[in-house]
């Protein structure tokens, strides 16, 4: 390699097969691949810097320009792209580390940061700010959120529009507008709609406002209603009192202090003013104390104590309520019981019943209802599901009943917050927790304790997830007493194609395992196991001889008894095969009705005998193995 001072500051060297290394890796040029490294050998890069780079500025171009940072202490690599005009910033993109963030420090401290699970927290470290001494900043969630937290005596939010009036902030529901705060004439306003109120703080006054319209409005807009009526009304001012009178000798009223008095003939006027008339009528009446009814013997009144509306006279005669000049409801001045179509106590206990015992009985803690022909007690929730009726018991709630899913009703019993329910759907009763909800896998019926005694269907059993009918079959399930076990029964009839037992696959669809009434097992692929896991097996070695057990066996053509006309099978007797192989029969304890065969019922391990005639096979395998080597040597010597 020739290495020549061309001028002043340059060196030129012949590269074209050797790389250039000056200073100790200083500086190093791979010319194979045609890198530059500085203070390293190795450069990955056309230009790779192990250490600090100090430069006036830095211009990278690239079809996607980046600058990658590693950490190496844990190889997390960072980058800051340029693509399609946007710039990217990215922080641990090959997931080296846990809860990665990205930080924009000013003055030597954190300022803003994007934490690892997409929040945008200014000011602070945590994306739910307290509020206390410490914990002060905005955090915008990745789910919607925005939190915002100061611990001075700033607003923690300031929001300003400017050149207009109108909305400053707007609150909507599900992409509907529910409301909004604005501005009109330099004041604040609120509400939603044509409905609003406007803080003056020019004139010290509030006033009615149309946020829709942007304008105050006069005389159109309620304080409160007839259902929903503010408490008390505090002034700091006076009220004036003033008297209205009519011309002449027509009616009036005196308005002074706490007082509001009929008038007549410019005077006071007692028991000779009436308030509206028949045809004529004011439409409410709002007291907050008492109305008198008197006449001259006895008298009524009407009054509220303690937020209570009360109803009294001034003799033992009931209190009545008519409509259409007929009696509708009545409170007994005996007993307080409240009669309600009837003036009978007891309307339930008429056996017969007829349309003139119709009514309600409430009181002495009861309530007791009659309707000929109908039905007595009807409950309507408006407004969507829920809660129907409470029912408690010394205070303390023990059921509901609901409605759920528009037109289903529930019950739900409950005991210290928690308890089970049914729901009764359009297709069936099923089970729900206490609040009604559907609740499928956690409500138990019945328990060990408390168990039903039968259980009636005229279609399918389903344990598991099973959501459709095959076959109308019938399924028991019992407890042994003379064997201490449970006992699945499944009964079917014995015709052809018939299967007491049928499984499947819900996403092919098919039938891939059957049992039949004539005991035949079949599946779809031929294919049956068992667990045969090396890593469960210890003591494992070869079987011994099988060849004389298998001779033994006696391979039979029988029929069962119970089925006299079946066509031949072919297998073992169990007695002959217990001479031979006594551990291939086993003695069942099971009360299965044989007819009238007593005592245990013997079996056949069936899935031992294959494997011992595999071993016998093998065993035949090798024998006619060393036959035919025999008689290969002795073809070969003639």
């Known amino acids: ?330 409170i007994s001045a005996a007993s307080g019981d409240l009669l309600i179509g009837t003036t009978d106590t007891t309307p339930w206990d008429n056996s017969a019943g007829s349309a003139a015992d119709n009514g309600i009985f409430m009181g002495g803690g009861r309530i007791g209802c009659a309707m000929f022909g109908g039905v007595p007690l009807l409950v309507n929730r408006t407004g969507g599901d829920g809660d129907l009726t409470y029912w408690y018991s010394d205070g303390t709630l023990v059921g509901s009943i609901g409605v759920a899913a528009g037109d289903r009703l529930t019950i739900s019993g409950t005991s210290g917050g928690t308890g089970s329910g049914i729901y009764f759907g359009n297709t069936g009763i099923v089970p729900t927790d206490h609040t009604g909800a559907v609740s499928d896998n956690t409500e138990d019926m019945g328990n060990s304790s408390y168990r039903f005694k039968d259980l009636y269907l005229s279609g399918d059993i389903f344990v598991g997830n099973g959501t459709s009918a095959i076959d109308a079959n019938k399924v028991y399930i019992q407890d042994s007493a003379s064997t201490e076990s449970a006992r699945v029964t499944v009964v079917g009839n014995n015709a052809a194609g018939g299967a007491l037992f049928l499984g499947g696959r819900s996403d092919t669809g098919g039938s891939t395992v059957l049992i039949r009434p004539d005991g035949d097992l079949e599946n779809a692929n031929n294919s049956y196991g068992a667990i045969s896991d090396q890593r469960l097996k210890q003591d494992i070695v070869d079987a011994a001889s099988q060849w004389d057990d298998i001779k033994a066996m006696k391979v039979r053509k029988y029929r069962f008894k119970s089925d006299p006309e079946a066509a031949l099978q072919i297998g073992l007797v169990a007695q002959e095969l217990e001479e031979s192989s006594p551990g291939l029969v086993k003695n069942t304890d099971d009360d299965i009705n044989y007819g009238d065969i007593e005592g245990p019922i013997k079996t056949v391990k069936y899935s031992l005998v294959y494997m011992k005639a595999v071993k016998a096979l093998q065993e035949a395998m090798d024998r006619i193995e060393t036959l035919e080597a025999k008689v290969a040597a002795l073809e070969g010597a003639n």
């Open 1 to 330: 390699m020739a290495l020549t001072k061309v001028s002043t500051g340059l060196i030129s060297a012949d590269l074209a097969s050797v790389d250039l290394n000056i200073d100790a890796n200083t500086l190093y040029i791979d010319v194979t691949n045609n890198r530059v490294g500085i203070n390293n050998t190795g450069p990955a890069t056309a230009l790779d810097v192990t250490g600090t780079v100090s430069a006036d500025g830095l211009i990278v171009t690239a079809a996607v320009p980046s600058i990658q940072l590693t950490d190496s202490d844990n190889n997390a690599d960072a980058y800051i792209q340029a693509t399609d005009g946007n710039v990217r910033f990215y922080a641990d993109d090959n997931n080296e580390a846990a809860d990665s963030i990205i930080t924009f420090n000013i003055d030597g401290s954190e300022a803003t940061r994007i934490d690892s699970s997409g929040n945008l927290l200014v000011s602070d470290t945590t994306a739910n700010p307290s509020g206390d001494n410490v914990d002060s900043g905005i955090a915008l969630h990745n789910a919607g959120l925005v939190r915002a937290s100061t611990n001075n005596a700033a607003a923690a939010l300031d929001l300003n529009v400017k050149g207009r009036d109108g909305d400053i902030a707007v609150f909507r529901k599900d992409g509907s507008t529910v409301g909004s705060i604005g501005t009109f004439a330099s004041d604040l306003n609120i509400g939603t709609g044509d409905c609003g109120i406007q803080f003056s703080g020019n004139n010290d006054a509030i006033y009615p406002y149309d946020p829709s319209s942007v304008n105050l409005r006069d005389a159109l807009i309620d304080i409160g209603a007839s259902s929903a009526r503010f408490k008390d009304l505090y002034l700091s001012s006076s009220a004036y009192t003033p008297v209205v009178q009519g011309l002449g000798d027509e009616a009036g009223l005196t308005f002074g202090g706490a007082l509001v008095a009929p008038r007549k003939n410019n005077a006071a006027a007692d028991g000779t003013v009436d308030l509206g008339a028949s045809s004529a009528r004011f439409k409410d009446l709002y007291l907050s104390n008492s109305m008198l009814l008197s006449n001259a013997t006895t008298s009524s009144f009407m009054q509220v104590s303690s937020n209570v509306l009360q109803f009294g006279t001034s003799s033992d005669d009931p209190v009545t309520f008519y409509s259409n000049n007929t009696e509708r409801m009545r």
